[in-house]
Structure formats: structure tokens, C-alpha cells
């Protein structure tokens, strides 16, 4: 095989593809992100020592943050990125070690072997990843732990990140994350450890997503509920997609005035409910649906697009649109231009794709009407007396958390058919893109209450956790999981692992993962995950709905 990947949903036969990535991520680049990885360990281990000797160096904790962001699923394509990561991160590991030695300081525990590199060429990157790639762990359990500790890590580190561009940071986020790389090369820990480890993640990855809720609302306010439009107006625009706040609010700033609209995209939608949002009159809504549906929406759009995270899909070569694709943060891809990250304190420079966007025709109108969003933790606990005498009065009998990922397989028209079987006193909590299977559906509500509750982006997956527990309170349960609440969560990539590892360590049990779940547990591990926390798979719409409902 040229190359091994099993970290998303929607891997090659459900086991890993090995020629090419189904994402569209070629076997070179998948090599050198492994090669990353590997290095970012090794970094790992000199900084963990350096901070036990009280040396804290925060160019390390950025650079670990980015690099683990960069290599999730559909983030970046561009191998020129991770050779220069690579290098990078040998000379910043370099000069440590030097500081280190000079200090009398050397780094407890095993070696790892990344951490006696020296620098290297390209081809000799590539040669490398061949000896540390995720089989290079042969027994399949400690494998399978430690890749589900590394997933969960690198779905954190993408909620630092964008906590990091609002000001907002925790450094004991930056300790846990490098310290659950190093472990992840230690052949003395057990099952049992790595067992434990993972619940940790969990409880970090809680830490990690109330960092960004905070740093989100303090800067934007708090969500509220939003009426969203999904057409088009006649004014040329930009498409902005992906996760970070802090890229749409410099770009609102910078194209107010100029004629250009701004339309979000996919996992952008949420900033549709901030409050700061909404003075712009030039904001017109959201354009299209999920991630994997761009190849179609971005023909129509007509203007150009900005990728600010992941959810990048490779386009064919005869894309017309191939052009009028930007990016910036984490994203990229060979030949789409790169706006660079602003200096500290500053701002970014959007002024090469607004120039771009002046020169394109209005977007194609692909729909029209609204959505309804919105109902993050605030706005949620400001209905929370109409929402409890709804439960206890019986008309509403369940809810049922249905957040996550949505992919381009035929396997999830499972959810869509799943949202329309529900019986009409139910309702959904949703956040991430998992919500577009459903939230175009004509589902109604429950004594005006919607039946499908938006709280927003993947990361507002953590909304729903602080309502449940908040709802435990009202309720005065003892558990959790006495609550009338049922969780049928489809996952995609590392995002929603951390999201499912935080769901855990607070408590949360009997979660449902679909459409299929993870290659990269195996068996012994898949059924510690049954015995100890009730993790299951799912069926058909109909044997599920009788499962939950009974």
C-alpha cells in the first residue's frame, strides 16, 4: 500500500484507504501529515520537559495546535505546507533541545525517535512516513487506542485554535495535548491507561469547546433565535465557509460598502445567529448545504469562496470554479490562493478577494425561503419554562440529540428518513452539519417550540451537553441519563471524536454512532465501548425509532 488512513467515516470498505484518500487527500500528503504528526510527538516530549522545568514556550503550543488542525479530515491538501511544517517544526524542536541540554534538563521516559531527527529533504520525508505510519503500532488494541486518543486531540486542537484567534486560551489545553501525543509512544502504558486517557481527552475536550463558546459569545454575544435566508440577492458576493468567527467578522468589515454580499456556507451558518452579525446589511444568508454538495453550489454561486477551516473538497479538473477558490487558517490546497494569517493584533487582508468578487456575476438562485437556528445554551435556557412544562405536561415526550457530521454517502439518507419517522411530540437537538438532512423539512413544532433546535456548529455540540445538564438540574435527577433525551450522533471526522469523548466523560451513555462505526476501533476496543459506556451502531429508521421510543 502507498499509504494508510482510517480516520474518517467514509474510509475506503469501512477498514482504510491505502492508494488514495476517499477525501481526495493523495498518498504523498497523506505520508507527510503522518510525518507531521510524528514530529509534533517528538516536539512534544522536549516541551513537556521544558515545562516541568518551568519553560513555557508558547511558539511550540501554536505551532502543535496548527499542525494537528491542518491534518484533519479535508482541511489541507497542499503538500509544500507540510514539508515546510515539517522543517519547521525540526528547527523549533532543535533549539529546545539545545536550551534544554544548556539547562541540564534532558526528557524523562522513552525517546521517541522523532525527537533525534535532524532536518531532511522532501523525498526524504516521504521515505520516512513509510516507517511511521499508523500500522508501524502493531498490536491492533493499543493501535486503536492510541489513534482515537490522537483523533480526539486533534478535533481539540481545532476549537483552541479558533479560541486562540479571539484571545481566548487555557495552557493547560496545551499541556494535556502534548502530553497525550508523548503517551501515545509509550509502549509501558496499558489498555487500562490508554482506557483512561481517552475519558481524559474527553474531559479536556469539554475545557477545549467552553474556551471557544466563551471567546465566541463574549466577542459576538450570544445566539438568538434566527429566521435565516436561503436565497440570493443581486448584488455579486462571497461565499465563506468553514468555522472561524473571527475570518467572518473581518471580512464583513472589509466588504461593507464595497457592493459585495457575504453568504455562509455550510458549517458557517451559525454565524447567522450572533447578534454582532446582524448589522451588516450586506449579509444576506446562507447559500447551498452541506460540505460535500460544494462541486454543484459553488458553480452556481458564481463569486468567489473563502475556506477558513476544513470541509474542502477536491475539486474535478474541469471545475469552473477551480479559480475562484481562496483560503486561509489551517485550510488549503495546491492552487488555490492562500490569504495569509494576520499578525498579532492585527487584521487579515481580504481586499484581493473582494476585488475578485466585484468582477463576478450574482449568485444563482438554488432555493428560497428560511431557516430557523439559534438555540444555543442562552437562548434555550431563556425558553427553559416553556420547554419544562412542555415535558412534564406530555407534549413533548423526547428529545433526541441528532448533532455531528454530515457526508456525501448514501448510507445517510438514514437520518432525513429518521427525522421524518419521528413521532410528532419529539424534537432534535442538533449542531454541525449533520443538521442539513434534516432541517429543510417541513417538521413544525410543539406549542411553538421548533422541532428541530439548531444550537449552531459542531463545537456547539457542547450547548446541548449544558442544557441536558441543566435540564438534570430542573429535574432534580440523580443521573444524566434519567432524562427524556435519546442520542443518535453521526460522526464524520476528528471533530465530532472529541465531541463523542466529551459526551462520555460527562457522563453520557447509550450513544448511538452512525452511519457505521469507526475503522480505527478494533474489535476489543469496540466492545469496551459497549460493556462500559452502552456505545451502539444503527439499523434501519424503524427498528431504531423502536428502540429509542421504547
Not at 476517499?22 to 504523498?28: A, I
Not at 535532524?118 to 503500532?137: G, H, I, M, N, W
Not at 445567529?273 to 444568508?285: I, L, N, R, S, W
Amino acid at each position: 500500500m502507498s499509504m494508510f488512513c482510517f480516520q474518517c467515516q467514509e474510509t475506503a470498505k469501512g477498514t482504510g484507504c491505502t492508494i488514495r484518500g476517499v477525501c481526495g487527500k493523495t498518498d504523498d500528503v497523506a505520508g507527510l501529515q503522518d510525518v507531521l504528526m510524528f514530529v509534533c510527538k517528538g516536539i512534544s516530549i522536549y516541551s513537556t520537559a521544558a515545562r516541568k522545568a518551568g519553560i513555557e514556550k508558547s511558539a511550540i503550543n501554536k505551532f502543535i495546535v496548527d499542525s494537528l488542525f491542518a491534518t484533519i479530515t479535508n482541511a489541507n491538501f497542499d503538500r509544500d505546507v507540510f514539508v515546510r511544517r515539517i522543517q519547521e517544526g525540526l528547527e523549533m524542536r532543535n533549539k529546545l533541545r539545545l536550551e534544554l541540554e544548556k539547562k541540564g534538563v534532558s526528557p524523562q521516559g522513552p525517546l521517541h525517535e522523532s525527537a533525534t531527527w535532524q532536518a531532511f529533504t522532501p523525498d526524504e520525508f516521504e521515505r520516512k512516513a513509510q516507517t511511521v505510519s499508523v500500522l508501524a503500532t502493531e498490536n491492533e488494541d493499543v493501535r486503536s487506542l492510541r489513534e482515537l486518543i490522537t483523533y480526539g486531540v486533534k478535533g481539540m486542537a481545532a476549537y483552541t485554535e479558533h479560541a486562540w484567534n479571539l484571545d481566548h486560551e487555557d495552557p493547560d489545553l496545551y499541556k494535556f495535548m502534548q502530553e497525550a501525543l508523548v503517551a501515545t509512544t509509550r509502549d509501558d502504558l496499558t489498555v487500562e491507561e490508554l482506557v483512561a486517557l481517552v475519558l481524559e481527552t474527553g474531559k479536556y475536550g469539554v475545557t477545549a469547546m467552553a474556551l471557544l463558546d466563551k471567546a465566541n459569545t463574549s466577542a459576538y454575544g450570544n445566539p438568538e433565535i434566527t429566521k435565516v435566508n436561503i436565497g440570493t440577492g443581486n448584488n455579486p458576493g462571497i461565499l465563506i465557509s468553514g468555522h472561524d468567527l473571527k475570518d467572518m467578522q473581518e471580512l464583513l468589515e472589509q466588504t461593507e460598502g464595497t457592493g459585495v454580499d457575504v453568504y455562509t456556507h455550510s458549517e458557517m451558518l451559525p454565524a447567522n445567529y450572533y447578534p454582532a452579525f446582524k448589522k451588516y446589511k450586506h449579509f444576506v444568508g446562507n447559500y447551498g448545504s452541506s460540505w460535500w454538495a460544494q462541486k454543484e453550489e459553488f458553480e452556481t454561486f458564481n463569486g468567489p469562496v473563502l475556506f477558513t477551516t476544513n470541509c474542502l473538497v477536491p475539486p474535478s479538473k474541469n471545475a469552473t470554479y477551480r479559480e475562484r477558490v481562496y483560503t486561509t487558517g489551517a485550510a488549503g490546497f495546491n492552487g488555490f490562493k492562500h490569504i495569509a494569517d494576520r499578525e498579532k493584533g492585527g487584521k487579515k487582508d481580504f481586499s484581493e478577494i473582494i476585488e475578485h468578487a466585484k468582477n463576478c456575476s450574482p449568485p444563482i438562485e438554488i432555493e428560497k425561503g428560511e431557516i430557523v437556528g439559534g438555540f444555543a445554551h442562552a437562548q434555550v435556557f431563556a425558553l427553559a419554562d416553556k420547554v419544562v412544562d412542555a415535558v412534564k405536561s406530555g407534549a413533548i415526550r423526547k428529545f433526541f440529540v441528532m448533532a455531528g457530521c454530515d457526508g456525501r454517502m448514501k448510507d445517510r439518507d438514514y437520518y432525513t428518513e429518521f427525522a421524518e419517522k419521528l413521532p410528532k411530540d419529539t424534537v432534535i437537538l442538533t449542531a454541525g452539519c449533520a443538521k442539513y438532512r434534516y432541517n429543510k423539512l417541513p417538521l413544525g413544532d410543539i406549542g411553538g417550540i421548533p422541532r428541530v433546535l439548531d444550537a449552531g456548529q459542531c463545537n456547539d455540540s457542547y450547548s446541548l451537553a449544558v442544557v441536558a445538564m441543566k435540564l438534570k438540574e430542573i429535574f432534580e435527577l440523580n443521573d444524566i441519563n434519567e432524562l427524556p433525551i435519546a442520542y443518535n450522533i453521526a460522526w464524520y471526522e476528528q471533530k465530532a471524536v472529541i465531541v463523542l469523548l466529551a459526551l462520555l466523560s460527562l457522563g453520557v451513555r447509550n450513544i448511538h454512532l452512525g452511519p457505521t462505526l469507526p475503522a480505527f476501533l478494533s474489535p476489543n476496543v469496540a466492545k469496551v465501548l459497549v460493556e462500559q459506556f452502552g456505545i451502539g451502531g444503527i439499523t434501519t429508521p424503524d427498528e431504531d425509532l423502536k428502540m429509542f421510543l421504547n
